[in-house]
Nanobody
Framework: QVQLVESGGGLVQPGGSLRLSCAAS????????MSWYRQAPGKEREVVAY????????TYADSVKGRFTISRDNVKNTVDLQMNSLKPEDTAVYYC???????????WGQGTQVTVSS
């Protein structure tokens, strides 16, 4: 069955770094664009970073530009989010999402908690 399993979340001090990883299985990973979303308490889920199926193009939310980097490995079927210079406002549950543009099929992971606090 389809699975997106996030890992790498945790507690980090402001200014620190974390690397999130999402392992995909059960579908043809190379046919899907991938993205990371986050949802903070009391707020709507928002897109953080996006990467095309080939990895040739990426986009970022203004709030994370220059601090976060999305990447994918189409051999290992993983997508990572390197997060540097973390701020308390980055605290949220981070979700991995897969999208196929042609069929509009979407898959979500279960989320991983990131807490930035001193």
């Amino acid at each position: 069955q389809v699975q997106l399993v996030e890992s790498g979340g945790g507690l980090v001090q402001p200014g620190g770094s974390l690397r999130l990883s999402c392992a995909a299985s059960g579908f043809t990973f190379t046919n899907y664009d991938m993205s990371w979303y986050r949802q903070a308490p009391g707020k709507e889920r928002e897109v953080v970073a996006y990467i095309t199926s080939t990895g040739g193009s990426t986009t970022y939310a203004d709030s994370v530009k220059g601090r976060f980097t999305i990447s994918r490995d189409n051999v290992k079927n993983t997508v990572d989010l390197q997060m540097n210079s973390l701020k308390p406002e980055d605290t949220a549950v981070y979700y991995c999402r897969a999208d196929q543009r042609r069929t509009l099929v979407t898959y979500w992971g279960q989320g991983t908690q990131v807490t930035v606090s001193s």
